[in-house]
T-cell receptor, first 111, second 113 residues
Framework: EPEVTQTPSHQVTQMGQEVILRCVPI?????FYWYRQILGQKVEFLVS????????KSEIFDDQFSVERPDGSNFTLKIRSTKLEDSAMYFC?????????FGSGTRLTVV | GESVGLHLPTLSVQEGDNSIINCAYS??????FIWYKQESGKGPQFIID?????DKRQGQRVTVLLNKTVKHLSLQIAATQPGDSAVYFC????????????FGTGTKLQVIP
């Protein structure tokens, strides 16, 4: 069964550093998303991406965040200057007309 | 140290019994609903979905019921097994599957062997 693949599974970074979280969506999906889940809380929408541009973003997705589809397979989330409160699980998802699939997530720990 | 998160409602069920997990949604424009299962340290895993033109949908051991009048969704798991222990989230969207998904707060299901 096709999967959404995320790397790394765990990232530890110093506060103020830049991080890039990587995702490989399902190959024939056209819609891509990032969500985050702070420990013990519900999954929150960050951003959706379609046709090489952001289609919707939440209040959480401020100027510190950016997304990119640098080639035909990868979809990345960049956090420019990490803060302690950015520590969370970050989930990538992709969808088409039929399915909506999440990756296993990257656990980001900011110290 | 660990942050204090939301207190999740917990449902404890004996192995072999049926489980019913309930969810209320708020957006009357939502037309697509999904139940996800999340095990510790993993991403949300799709269980079953239902569109707003239906009121019931069955899968393998799972049934989703949708009551649009009171904006209520339920997930029924038949013959609950230890492997069903997880947090269950209902989710909704308005784009028929293309747009963002809005998650509920989740219910923790504990299966007692």
């Amino acid at each position: 069964e096709p999967e959404v693949t995320q790397t790394p599974s765990h990232q530890v970074t110093q506060m103020g550093q830049e991080v890039i979280l990587r995702c490989v969506p399902i190959s024939n999906h056209l819609y891509f998303y990032w969500y985050r889940q702070i420990l013990g809380q519900k999954v929150e929408f960050l951003v959706s991406f379609y046709n090489n541009e952001i289609s919707e973003k939440s209040e959480i997705f401020d100027d510190q965040f950016s997304v990119e589809r640098p080639d035909g397979s990868n979809f990345t989330l960049k956090i420019r200057s990490t803060k302690l409160e950015d520590s969370a699980m970050y989930f990538c998802a992709s969808s088409d007309r039929v399915g909506y699939t999440f990756g296993s997530g990257t656990r980001l720990t900011v110290v | 140290g660990e942050s204090v998160g939301l207190h999740l409602p917990t449902l404890s069920v004996q192995e072999g019994d049926n489980s019913i997990i309930n969810c209320a949604y708020s957006n009357s424009a939502s037309d697509y609903f999904i139940w996800y299962k999340q095990e510790s340290g993993k991403g949300p895993q799709f269980i079953i979905d239902i569109r707003s033109n239906m009121d019931k949908r069955q899968g393998q051991r799972v049934t989703v019921l949708l009551n649009k009048t009171v904006k209520h969704l339920s997930l029924q798991i038949a013959a609950t097994q230890p492997g069903d222990s997880a947090v269950y989230f209902c989710a909704e969207n308005t784009g028929g599957g293309y747009q963002k998904v809005t998650f509920g707060t989740g219910t923790k299901l504990q299966v007692i062997p």
